[in-house]
């Protein structure tokens, strides 16, 4: 059991004072970027990012990876008591969570969305722990064609699993790739797309696009709506926690179902919440109680909680062993360890051991220590919610402004924070996804690279992609998903018709 | 911001803005395409050129935009959904024109009085919180960001005559 001697090891390194001190400060700072409006878990990310520059990486990562486990955490709070998913996959927990308010049993829900959290995090993190290794092992004998091959299965599987008009999305995730290649060309030292602004010379980092679309964008969707906060108080006390935790066992296929649904979601790109829905649709289909689903079932806040935090774990999956972020959070993420001079990808597993198995230690930990602090401190998160409206909106402006200033201390990018503030507020609300324009922003490069050296091995020769087995079952399976929305089109419609010729 | 050109509705649809924004993306796309053909998209010597994969994503943003388009205008008479109310905007032009102001500000004069000067003015003119508590309020933040950053991370934000006045 290599895995576990080195598993043990990593403990040693996050089982510092410093570093359970950052995961608890990671943990609280997570959960009320969760609760916040406007300050979702990659937005939050991208602003706390410039504070960890002066840590070493191994106590970064475990800070912002906390902070992504609070965030996680923090989504079901205002599901339950307000109605209002604080972030896009606590949007099924709002169905019997909130229910569950109104009734009086927030306690209950709020236990039973923990600790179900708690638990799909600790299934998708053992998973990773022994899943991990053999995928950058196995990804170590991959060359450029491959690596475009996962890039293009990355990118073409938000077209085939997601919801909207595919062309739009398309639009969006090509728009990302032209923003990457503003600046200089690596490989030709050529000036790309800056028309002659020396501004644009350094082209367009994600970090600001990530403050902007996701930070500002929200603020101005929520002044639209006129956003007053009306919630439900939250008790919890020992009685409430041990009595829910009684009843939870009850529904041990409902979470085995989610773990699965939520594991296997969250390896494939944009994760977290199609898993969500997912696991409380199938949970409502095979459930014995799933007529009664949405009127305040604990089951129903037990499935989408579950799959999400199994999903947004094993979204980092893909993150550290091949390079290629599941979510636009654990995008922020990568690009921290960029900054941090890491480059992720299966050689991190053997020339960063510390780091790596430190990350996979402080997920075990964080997540343990976000299970205490939520469930204690629930109250005071939910205060932080009853703040008006008014007060809130230009803080957060004033800490989007801070943290894209900070990026690389560069005037124009708060600018740049504005105008993709309102970019993000006509694309959300036209269903232009934003996801994968910042994977491909942050990916653009590195895909390109990839793409131009393997079309350099074969002079040209497209049919690199299908070169042997394992490249071209990936290429076929991109085209595959890039074509399915025609696809499962066509599949209907022969459904559709066979009954009336036969 | 696109499409706020029918007062006598109070009102703009989504389609007239969907349509709008895909003539921007496509503009956009154009303009890669441009760029890219410029800087050669072929191959040379040294393999493809610099505009050669840039090309096939400014391509795609303009294929993508003229199928957006068309779909739209196909349902420019049937389609009435509501894209926003002009009392919608004008709530987001409450927050959005001031953060611009402020953002100049940022570049005139530093950050810590402009957050300052911000969170006040916001609170208490869109809030109708007190006089006192807005600019508690602002001072706090601005005071707060200034031994986050400046004094303990030592991570230096923009500053102007202010603070130079404290000797920063």
Known sequence: ?502 | MEGKNEPAHRKVRVVTVDIATAAVVFALGALVVYDSYRLGSGWDENGPQAGYFPLYTGLLVCISSVVVIVGGLLKLGSDTRVFVRLDQFRQVLVILLPAAAYVLGIQLVGIYVPSAVFIWLFMQLVGKYSLLRSALVGLGVSVTAFMLFEVWFRIPLPKGPFERLIGY
């Open chain 1, 1 to 502: 059991m290599e895995e576990l001697n080195a598993l043990f090891h990593g403990f040693t390194v996050a089982l510092t004072p410093f570093n359970l001190m950052l995961m608890f400060v990671g943990i609280i700072l997570g959960v009320i970027i969760g609760v916040l409006p406007g300050l979702g878990g990659a937005n939050g990310v991208a602003i706390l990012l410039p504070l960890t520059f002066a840590m070493p990486p191994a106590s970064a990562i475990i800070m912002l990876s906390c902070i992504y486990w609070g965030a996680l955490f923090g989504g079901a709070i205002t599901s339950v008591l307000f109605n209002i998913p604080g972030e896009p996959w606590s949007v099924a927990t709002t169905f019997d969570g909130y229910p569950m308010a109104q009734q009086g049993r927030a306690g209950e829900a709020l236990t039973g969305a923990f600790t179900s959290s708690f638990i799909g995090a600790l299934v998708a993190v053992v998973m990773f722990t022994f899943l991990a290794p053999l995928v950058a092992d196995f990804a170590l004998k991959f060359g450029p064609p491959e690596f475009f091959a996962v890039y293009l299965l990355t990118f073409c599987s938000f077209v085939g699993t997601g919801k909207g008009n595919p062309f739009k999305i398309i639009a969006s995730m090509m728009l990302g790739f032209a923003m990457a290649a503003v600046g200089v060309d690596i490989v030709t030292g050529q000036l790309r797309l800056t028309f002659g602004f020396t501004e644009l010379l350094s082209g367009f980092h994600f970090l600001v696009a990530v403050i902007g679309l996701f930070g500002i964008g929200e603020i101005l969707l929520s002044m639209e709506e006129g956003l007053s906060f009306t919630g439900h108080g939250a008790k919890i006390n020992p009685t409430i926690v041990l009595q829910t935790w009684a009843k939870l066992p009850r529904f041990w296929a409902t979470s085995i179902r989610s773990c699965i649904i939520g594991c296997w979601m969250g390896i494939i790109p944009g994760g977290a919440t199609p898993a969500s829905f997912m696991s409380y649709g199938v949970a409502r289909k095979v459930s014995r109680d799933g007529a009664k689903f949405g009127s305040g079932q604990l089951e129903g806040v037990v499935a989408p909680e579950t799959a999400a935090h199994a999903a947004g774990t094993s979204a980092l999956l893909p993150m550290i062993t091949l390079g290629i972020p599941g979510s636009p959070t654990a995008a922020v993420l990568l690009g921290g360890l960029m900054i941090w001079g890491l480059q992720p990808g299966p050689l991190l597993f053997v020339e960063q051991k510390d780091f790596v198995w430190g990350l996979i230690a402080s997920m075990y930990l964080g997540n343990l220590a976000g299970l205490i602090v939520v469930l204690t401190m629930v109250p005071l998160f939910a205060a932080i919610l009853r703040v008006p409206f008014p007060i809130i909106a230009p803080v957060i402006v004033v800490i989007c402004a801070i943290g894209a200033y900070t990026v690389k201390n560069n005037m124009l990018d708060v600018w740049m924070m504005v105008v993709f503030g309102a970019v993000g507020y006509v694309f959300k609300k036209l269903d232009y996804p934003l996801a994968p324009m910042v994977l491909a922003l942050v990916l653009g490069d590195a895909a390109e690279s990839a793409f131009r050296q393997a079309v350099l091995m074969s002079q040209g020769d497209l049919a690199v992609f299908w070169s042997n087995w394992l490249v071209g079952s990936m290429t076929t399976l991109a085209l595959v998903l890039l074509f399915w929305p025609l696809i499962s089109q066509g599949l209907a419609r022969m459904r559709a018709t066979r009954p009336s010729t036969a």
